[in-house]
């Protein structure tokens, strides 16, 4: 399974962005997961996504800016962020599980992850 993070770039802080996440192989039952780094700082939680895209969760920074969402007809897993602010300035990265579990916003269930797309937010 690969994974193409794209969709990232320079936006002015209240702006918006959309990522997408494209997998070669099946992301249906999977669950999946975006996650993202600061320049200095660990990789963070930021929304995952259980493998029907009914249940979500989200860091509490993002919940009511970030929407996270799933077609698993194309195998695509999507974040759409609004509202971003400088503090949202990071590398992106998606990621799936390897086995079928449920959402989780804990990195080590994670077996899949892309190569990250940089999101810059500019005050």
């Known amino acids: 399974v690969q994974l193409q993070a794209s969709g990232g770039g320079l936006v002015q802080a209240g702006g918006s962005l959309r990522l997408s996440c494209a997998a070669s192989?099946?992301?249906?039952?999977?669950?999946a997961g975006w996650f993202r780094q600061a320049p200095g700082k660990a990789r963070e939680f930021v929304a995952t996504?259980?493998?029907?895209?009914?249940?979500?969760d989200y860091t509490d920074s993002v919940k009511g800016r970030f929407t996270i969402s799933r077609d698993n007809a194309r195998n695509t897993v999507d974040l759409q962020m609004n509202s971003l602010k400088p503090e949202d300035t990071a590398v992106y990265y998606c990621a799936r599980s390897g086995s079928y579990i449920s959402m989780t916003p804990e990195e080590t269930r994670y077996a899949y992850w892309g190569q990250g797309t940089q999101v810059t937010v500019s005050s």
């Open positions: 996504i259980s493998g029907t895209g009914i249940s979500k």
């Open positions: 192989g099946r992301t249906g039952g999977y669950a």
